[in-house]
């Protein structure tokens, strides 16, 4: 058995949509337990996002269905928008002088759907799943359970509704109120079937075993020498049950041999004295010896780091080195006090909230690729199978693209953003992100994640992406994004990649639904006496491009008369290109900007500096300015082999130049694509 899915409605914010969690399937585990080594990236589940996303709330509302109870939800875990809707509805009833006691109205629930799946020729005990199995399940390879935190009694809860609502409090305080009447008021856990029948009788604690290590857990200074020495007294009663009754009999001892000799030198002298000012009838200590078993056991470890023979003390040890060694505390214990028996009648799960914690970059990358290690060797030292689930929360770019390169798929990867006030899951695979069967395809997937492994594991953190194709364009829109009080706000990723290349991202970027803007080219083709003479051009009805990008939304046309629009928008894309600047049409970024700034100080003093002859020879004896938009393209294919050097002779210039000098603007398509970024990221805010 294992967890296959978890839906979650009304959870804090989660809302009715879009709100479906996927786990790893047991076949993953199958075909890594007939391998001599596994590797648990294909066999872990990673729930990703940024933060305050809804990552953690995942972990939560397992966590309150298994280890706590209903008393654990309170009325801060409902939805506040669906809660606040809620309380419309019933004021819209009672401003119409309706009885709400006869009418059949929604009162405050959260429910919670788990699909369990079921594997074939298994040696898994399914007792706990045969409440929820109907005649028609037999054969079934998953079962659905609906949980639902509901109302003991909805009388009462109508009831007190209609005294808040008779008050003529203002809505802020109504809301508020309501929230009160939610916490005072008493809800049950129930279960239904599929078929929405009652199962009674029934706790999901029978059914799934959930250990939550939560992020951070670093207590205390010995927080390690605490966790170790739980573990070592647990192993101690368990191996030595019947030696643990001597030692404790030999611990009364010394306490009534302590005890006695205490009070020969210290407690009799100190009621002597006590005697002088109040009688020992009112007013007398006792001090006696306290030693426990348990007390023994706590203060038995001593927990240091040994690094090139020295012992450190584990206080004056790295933070995150100390973390990781207390998810292996919380692993050793987990595995030590689970029964051996219960692993094959109860769904297991571990789940590790933020690993990353005070980790290094490369340790969070090495850290998902052998934890399995650590796992298997635990499991094997008490003879137990491998056959818990783990269930990895993280916003590390590089726990990620650890998982993606390790497991070879985007398969098992949930990720978590936040849509209008409205956490929104999206579960990805292969297939959705480059969907066909071909060879292509496979292609496109290798490229995709060897990609991801530089850098784009970033796009799944970011508020909004841009594509580029050139350095110059990566380096410089950085600055003006860096200068915008407005989109220096957001965390904005900005990728250099082919066009060609740059639309096997398309489909991760429409799934994702971040705000992604596309910086392309026109890429006009050109004969090659029109290359060779620098020929302008200022006309492009008979052009065709070469831009895969701009032909794929074009209709797969190439004709760049058929260009209706001068960007195209598909939902979270943006793709904009270059327009006609100062009459003519550029087909890259630099002669773009060449012809947008043509007249501007700081531009002319740069191509003067890198291109000194040409320059000279392009703008002549009286220094023609006009002369310089008349020959963009010469001025672009010059500056074709020195891109790097001409950005960062760009930025130079911003970066030393005073009040009085003019920078450079973008061109206009350019700031077209960021103006609909902005009017995206404001809306999306």
């Known amino acids: 058995m294992f967890l296959k899915s978890l839906t979650i409605f009304n959870f804090r914010k989660f809302g009715n949509e879009n709100n479906k969690i996927e786990f790893v399937d047991a076949k993953s585990y199958q075909e890594q337990k007939n391998k001599q080594e596994i590797n648990i990236a294909p066999t872990t589940t990673l729930i990703v996002g940024k933060n305050n996303s809804g990552k953690t709330t995942i972990i939560k509302a397992l966590d309150n269905l298994i280890n706590n109870n209903k008393d654990a939800f309170k009325s801060n875990?409902?939805?506040?928008?669906?809660?606040?809707?809620?309380?419309?509805?019933?004021?819209?009833?009672?401003?119409?002088?309706?009885?709400?006691?006869?009418?059949?109205?929604?009162?405050?629930?959260?429910?919670?759907?788990?699909?369990?799946?079921?594997?074939?020729?298994?040696?898994?005990?399914?007792?706990?799943?045969?409440?929820?199995?109907?005649?028609?399940?037999?054969?079934?390879?998953?079962?659905?359970?609906?949980?639902?935190?509901?109302?003991?009694?909805?009388?009462?809860?109508?009831?007190?509704?209609?005294?808040?609502?008779?008050k003529n409090h203002n809505s802020s305080v109504r809301f508020r109120k309501f929230l009160e009447l939610i916490d005072n008021s008493s809800f049950k856990i129930n279960y239904y079937n599929a078929g929405k029948d009652k199962i009674r009788d029934f706790n999901i604690k029978n059914l799934i075993e959930l250990r939550p290590i939560k992020a951070n857990n670093i207590e205390s200074e010995n927080g390690l020498s605490k966790s170790f020495s739980k573990i070592i007294e647990y192993r101690y009663k368990s191996l030595f049950g019947e030696e643990v009754n001597d030692i404790s009999l030999k611990i009364s001892e010394i306490n009534e041999e302590l005890t006695e000799l205490i009070s020969e030198k210290h407690t009799n002298s100190i009621n002597k004295s006590l005697e002088e000012i109040e009688s020992n009838e009112k007013l007398k200590v006792l001090l006696s010896a306290d030693l426990t078993f348990k007390k023994m056991m706590k203060n038995l470890i001593k927990y240091e780091y040994v690094e090139r023979d020295m012992n450190i003390p584990e206080n004056q040890f790295g933070l995150g080195y100390t973390n990781l060694m207390m998810i292996i505390a919380d692993l050793i214990d987990y595995m030590e006090?689970?029964?051996?028996?219960?692993?094959?009648?109860?769904?297991?799960?571990?789940?590790?909230?933020?690993?990353?914690?005070?980790?290094?970059?490369?340790?969070?990358?090495?850290?998902?690729?052998?934890?399995?290690?650590?796992?298997?060797?635990?499991?094997?030292?008490?003879?137990?199978?491998?056959?818990?689930?783990?269930?990895?929360?993280?916003?590390?770019?590089h726990i990620l693209n650890s998982k993606i390169h390790s497991g070879n798929t985007f398969n098992n990867i949930n990720y978590v953003t936040v849509k209008n006030n409205f956490t929104h899951v999206v579960c990805l695979r292969d297939a959705i992100i480059i969907p066909g069967e071909s060879d292509k395809r496979d292609n496109d997937l290798k490229f995709l994640k060897k990609h991801i492994k530089y850098k784009v594991s970033e796009l799944f953190f970011s508020d909004a992406i841009i594509f580029v194709e050139g350095v110059t364009e990566e380096t410089l829109i950085r600055y003006y994004i860096d200068n915008n009080n407005i989109l220096n706000k957001y965390y904005i990723s900005v990728f250099n990649i082919d066009g060609a290349h740059g639309?096997?991202?398309?489909?991760?970027?429409?799934?994702?639904?971040?705000?992604a803007l596309i910086i392309t080219d026109l890429d006009i083709k050109r004969e090659e006496n029109e290359k060779n003479n620098f020929i302008q051009i200022a006309n492009i009805d008979d052009r065709l491009t070469t831009n895969e990008t701009i032909k794929k939304y074009n209709g797969g046309s190439n004709k760049l008369r058929e260009l209706k629009t001068e960007n195209f928008e598909k939902n979270n894309l943006f793709i904009t290109y270059q327009d006609k600047i100062e009459g003519y049409y550029a087909t890259s970024f630099e002669e773009a900007f060449i012809l947008t700034n043509y007249n501007n100080n700081l531009l002319n003093t740069v191509l003067e500096n890198m291109k000194p002859n040409i320059y000279k020879e392009i703008v002549g004896a009286n220094r023609d300015l006009n002369n310089i938009k008349k020959n963009s393209y010469k001025l672009q294919r010059k500056l074709s082999n020195n891109k790097s050097d001409f950005a960062n002779e760009l930025l130079f210039n911003y970066i030393i130049a005073t009040e009085d000098v003019e920078i450079p603007d973008l061109p206009v398509y350019i700031e077209r694509g960021l103006s609909w970024l902005t009017r995206k990221l404001k809306g999306e805010e």
Do not use: W
């Open 77 to 166: 875990d409902f939805n506040f928008i669906y809660l606040k809707k809620l309380l419309e509805k019933y004021e819209s009833l009672h401003t119409k002088v309706v009885d709400i006691n006869k009418e059949k109205i929604e009162t405050p629930y959260l429910q919670f759907k788990i699909c369990i799946g079921i594997e074939e020729n298994s040696n898994d005990l399914i007792t706990n799943l045969v409440p929820f199995m109907r005649l028609d399940d037999v054969y079934n390879s998953e079962l659905e359970i609906n949980i639902k935190l509901e109302l003991e009694n909805e009388e009462v809860f109508i009831t007190d509704l209609k005294k808040i609502l008779e």
């Open 337 to 397: 006090k689970y029964p051996e028996n219960s692993f094959n009648s109860k769904v297991n799960i571990i789940s590790i909230e933020e690993p990353e914690t005070f980790m290094h970059p490369q340790m969070q990358e090495l850290f998902i690729k052998n934890i399995n290690e650590a796992i298997a060797s635990l499991l094997k030292s008490k003879n137990k199978n491998v056959n818990s689930q783990l269930i990895i929360t993280t916003h590390s770019s």
């Open 503 to 515: 639309l096997v991202y398309h489909n991760l970027i429409k799934v994702l639904k971040v705000p």
